[in-house]
């Protein structure tokens, strides 16, 4: 497991750089480990520099590749040498709590509509800032109507005046497709899956990053809640 997903708090880490792509202007600089999350499952990537052999150098884009995770920076003369070399990873502290932050809330949003309507699974997450939102399924169709009053209340009451902590586990597949027996037709069919989990709320599989209390988010407010044949989409805003 990468250190972006077993520390939320770590932003600076030493690593060996493994292998670099050359791409016109561009490089791609992979590590034998990184704290720096690559763009995935709805959530912006990190961001930050690398420091090598006494240079700062930005990390200007993160994603998954087949090689691995992949940092992206401008291309320069000595790229080639960096091959073997030890860098420091350095990230973007605000931008990783903002969106570890955005990341959690949304399960948060989706534990409570689960709690006031069972048939409800989450099946979406988009962790951007000024456009986050959660979709979730109906297993039944109904007519439900959610009130925002009543969802800000259990807003505050979970995060403010009895807060619950958040860690990772990691099941086997067939103990998810138990426990999420909906949702678990749309991820990936591996033999080990990370989840996430709320204390007091069933986990879901998540390759995200996190806060380690939902008392981070004492900011969090539901903007819009829209219904789309069996879909539920909220809309949701935190800082």
């Known amino acids: 497991m990468n250190k972006y997903l077993s520390n939320t708090y770590l932003d600076v880490s030493a690593a060996t750089i493994t292998n670099i792509v050359h791409m ?3 490089i791609a600089v992979y590590c034998d480990d990184t704290i720096f999350y690559p763009q995935s499952g709805g959530q912006p990537c990190d961001l930050g520099y690398m420091t090598i052999d006494g240079l700062d150098h930005m990390v200007d884009y993160v994603e998954i590749t087949e090689l691995g995770v992949a940092h992206l920076m401008k291309a320069n003369s000595m790229n080639k040498e960096w091959l073997g070399e030890k860098c420091i990873q350095n990230i973007n502290m605000g931008r990783r709590i903002f969106n570890a932050k955005s990341h959690t809330a949304g399960h948060l ?5 689960e709690k006031m309507n069972n048939n409800l699974s989450p099946i979406k997450g988009h962790h951007h800032p000024d456009s986050s939102y959660i979709e979730l399924i109906e297993s039944e169709r ?3 109507s959610f009130s925002l009053e009543l969802i800000s209340l259990e807003i505050q009451k979970l995060t403010k005046e009895n807060s619950r902590a958040v860690q990772s586990i990691e099941l086997n597949l067939s103990e998810v497709q138990s426990l999420r027996p909906l949702l678990s037709k749309f991820i990936p069919q591996t033999t080990k899956i990370r989840m996430v989990a709320i204390d007091g709320f069933l986990p879901v599989p998540c390759g995200g990053t996190h806060v380690s209390n939902t008392s981070e988010l004492s900011n969090l407010k539901i903007t819009r809640i829209r219904r789309k044949k069996d879909r539920i989409k909220v809309s949701y805003s935190i800082n």
């Open 142 to 144: 109904s007519n439900d």
């Open 24 to 26: 016109d202007d561009s």
């Open 109 to 113: 949003i989706s534990h409570i509509f």
